[in-house]
């Protein structure tokens, strides 16, 4: 009985890393691909799969063969999104937030040293949409809600988290060393909100701020995403400060009293901003 419970778990454990590297993968994988990043036989990687698929947890593209979350993923998250107070309390002030500006919306919270989005609002009349999704994850030091999360940190916790560095690169304009960062979120302390030039996507500028609870503990940020092509010099401050507004009143809903992120405006940012 021993060796068979020790049996499931093992089982259950390998199901679990395969369905993590398909969160990875958007753009689904084969099961060679599977085979390699988790160090498991295809025969494996296949019965396993089988499973998953039968239960609706992944899904097999009948054009490219290559295996994706399912849409019970999305059932079962569902109820845990409903349970974050944030995201409930947050919701109405980013739906303020996309109309005022006009740009995509997201509000995300920390998960190891990842922001994961938990809620999303995109303008229906743009005809540039963001490809981002509720559950998508970003390597916090190269996104702006990311460094908005990070910025409220002890250095020795945003240590633990992203490492010392070479950091992952994703586009030419990505942060790869900690010094740099951390002199990043020491701005972002300073100015009350966090940018991302280009640094996980190309050609996508994002701007965010973090919002507080009741012990004036950092529970999730709020950012705005979009073009180059919709940007200038005048609309990115204003953009800096609808942001900062919307998280301050968030925070306050959730019983912050004296809201640590103040505004505070810096031109220069603009004009020190990486070329595509």
């Not at 099961?31 to 799969?49: A, G, M, N, P």
């Not at 059932?75 to 006009?102: H, K």
Request: charge should be neutral; charged fraction near 20%.
């Amino acid at each position: 009985m021993k060796d068979e419970l020790n049996g499931n778990v093992q089982s259950l454990e390998r199901a679990l890393i395969l369905l993590e590297k398909l969160a990875e993968n958007p753009d689904g994988c084969s099961i060679k691909f599977l085979s390699e990043q988790t160090s498991l036989h295809k025969s494996t990687v296949h019965r396993l799969l089988h499973t998953l698929v039968n239960y609706g947890y992944v899904y097999q593209a009948e054009t490219s063969e290559r295996y994706h979350l399912g849409l019970k993923i999305l059932s079962l998250s569902n109820g845990l999104l409903e349970s974050l107070d944030v995201r409930s309390i947050a919701r109405p002030f980013l739906e303020q937030l996309c109309q005022a500006t006009g740009e995509a919306v997201h509000l995300s919270i920390q998960n190891d040293a990842f922001a994961v989005f938990i809620d999303k609002v995109e303008n229906p009349n743009r005809t540039i949409r963001m490809y981002s999704q509720i559950g998508k994850t970003i390597p916090l030091y190269c996104s702006s809600s990311g460094k908005a999360i990070l910025a409220w940190m002890p250095e020795s916790k945003i240590r633990k988290l992203v490492g010392n560095g070479p950091f992952k690169r994703y586009t030419k304009n990505t942060i790869t060393d900690l010094e740099t960062l951390l002199t990043q979120l020491n701005n972002v302390r300073n100015q009350g909100y966090a940018t991302d030039w280009f640094e996980h996507e190309d050609s996508i500028f994002c701007v965010a701020s973090p919002v507080f609870d009741s012990t004036n503990q950092v529970v999730a940020a709020v950012s705005i995403a979009g073009t180059i092509l919709q940007l200038n010099p005048e609309r990115f401050l204003e953009y800096c400060a609808q942001v900062n507004k919307t998280t301050k009143l968030i925070s306050a809903r959730l019983g912050c009293s004296t809201y640590p992120a103040m505004f505070n405006p810096r031109q220069m940012e603009w004009d020190d901003q990486p070329t595509l």
